[in-house]
């Protein structure tokens, strides 16, 4: 069986995620009906986030070199 991987390469992009733009396969006339729980900078979300528990993991490292 083959393996496949996904990953983000560079910034990504806001415009596909709160999906501002209408693909071709997209039925243009459906899309008021979407829902958005959240539009928020991604960066911020992701501070808000983690941000907390990094420090707190960092704290917990002992090898020489680790913040």
Known sequence: ME???SFMNGEGSIGHNTRRFIADNVDASRTPNNITLIHEDIKQAYH???DKALKEY???QKRKGCL
Do not use: E
């Open 48 to 50: 808000k986030l983690f």
């Open 3 to 5: 393996r496949t991987i």
């Open 58 to 60: 960092n704290a917990k």
